[in-house]
T-cell receptor, first 113, second 112 residues
């Protein structure tokens, strides 16, 4: 079955360490996105990529980095510069101009201690 | 993309219809209304979308007012598994910038 896989589901890291969250899709979607969700809040866009080897900052990109070397993969690195990294991270993908909108992964809950 | 306003929470009895309202008074002519829901600790799930006409699929119905300034998502026979946060989003269909503005949504609690 096609879909988006985020791994791991739960991740713990010590403060000051960089951590990379994985996102893989086999939907053949061109565009991929990373969102952050804090308790009781909506989703906020971190980074997005419309095509391989290209990505754009979203609303809250500071302290994060991404790469898009393959169409299927869009890993997110949470760097030590991110002041409040503990959150629920969601990856999504889409095809431009398709009515069904976005497909989301099941998320990674990152806890920094 | 236009902003939306939803009530923060609603309750519904199991088996009854759940009617979730959304105001989008600044919607533009080329913006669609999308509904997603998010069950706790999972990714959002697409439910339905529409432009002008009312829409129905296997999950829900979407009623859009004639002036398009508001809409209502209807779950005809709510079950306990429909307990989730429901997000109303308006955006241009062809937009590929990823700016899905989710807001805080409506937390629907379906009670037995």
């Amino acid at each position: 079955d096609g879909g988006i896989t985020q791994s791991p589901k739960y991740l713990f890291r010590k403060e000051g360490q960089n951590v990379t969250l994985s996102c893989e899709q086999n939907l053949n979607h061109d565009a991929m996105y990373w969102y952050r969700q804090d308790p009781g809040q909506g989703l906020r866009l971190i980074y997005y990529s419309q095509i391989v080897n290209d990505f754009q900052k979203g609303d809250i990109a500071e302290g994060y980095s991404v790469s898009r070397e393959k169409k299927e993969s869009f890993p997110l690195t949470v760097t030590s510069a991110q002041k409040n990294p503990t959150a629920f991270y969601l990856c999504a993908s889409s095809i431009p101009d398709r009515v069904l909108g976005y497909t989301f992964g099941s998320g990674t809950r990152l806890t920094v201690v | 993309d236009a902003k939306t306003t939803q009530p923060p929470s609603m309750d519904c009895a199991e088996g009854r219809a759940a009617n979730l309202p959304c105001n989008h008074s600044t919607i533009s002519g080329n913006e669609y209304v999308y509904w997603y829901r998010q069950i706790h600790s999972q990714g959002p799930q697409y439910i339905i979308h529409g432009l002008k006409n009312n829409e129905t699929n296997e999950m829900a119905s979407l009623i859009i007012t004639e002036d398009r300034k508001s809409s209502t998502l209807i779950l005809p026979h709510a079950t306990l598994r429909d307990t989730a946060v429901y997000y109303c989003i308006v955006r241009v269909r062809s937009s590929n910038t990823g700016k899905l503005i989710f807001g805080q949504g409506t937390t629907l609690q379906v009670k037995p």
